[in-house]
């Protein structure tokens, strides 16, 4: 099984850049993960934010790969904590089927996007920046992962 984090937004910063790295390195062993950037749509003055969302969710579409699961995170999803995730995670693993995580651009995912998602998941109430949603979704992975392993990483 892989995952692909698909995230709609630009070249993220250094930092986030190389956080994602290193749970992408760990990850590499028990949950290959690839990022997908999607470029964003087009706002500001005069333009209409619902286009934005719209062009956002095809490019996110396109970017699926074939018969993904397909989790979007989404302020509304079901919140988990780190053992429910490492649960919901086993459980994907029986379906023999590639992840896809879909984080959308700042009004949140189409509603194309949110009717192809298999199941939607939320970070929690804080509204988070983007380029740090990245970089949890791949650490609250590789920490299920590792419980899942019974490695040494989760000791909560």
Same mark, same amino acid.
């Given at each position: ?11 993220a ?12 390195? !760990? +990850?590499s /062993? #028990? ?14 003055? *005069?333009?209409? %934010? ?11 579409l ?19 904590s ?5 649960? !919901? +995670?086993? /459980? #994907? ?13 700042p009004? *949140?995912?189409? %509603? ?8 939607t ?36």
């Amino acid at each position: 099984m892989k995952a692909r984090l698909i995230a709609t937004g630009e070249k993220a910063p250094g930092w986030v850049a190389e956080g994602f790295a290193e749970y992408q390195k !760990r +990850l590499s /062993h #028990w949950l290959p993960i690839e990022l997908i950037e999607v470029q964003p749509g087009l706002r500001g003055k *005069g333009r209409d %934010p619902q286009r934005a969302i719209e062009d956002e969710g095809k490019r996110v579409l396109s970017a699926l790969p074939k018969d993904p699961l397909v989790v979007a995170l989404e302020v509304t999803g079901k919140q988990l904590s780190s053992e429910q995730l490492s649960r !919901r +995670l086993e /459980h #994907w693993r029986t379906q023999g089927r590639d992840l896809a995580f879909l984080i959308g651009g700042p009004e *949140g995912h189409s %509603p194309e996007v949110l009717a192809r998602a298999d199941e939607t998941w939320s970070l929690g109430p804080l509204t988070l920046p983007h380029m740090l949603a990245r970089l949890l979704v791949a650490e609250q992975l590789y920490r299920a992962c590792a419980m899942l392993a019974n490695h040494p990483y989760h000791r909560a």
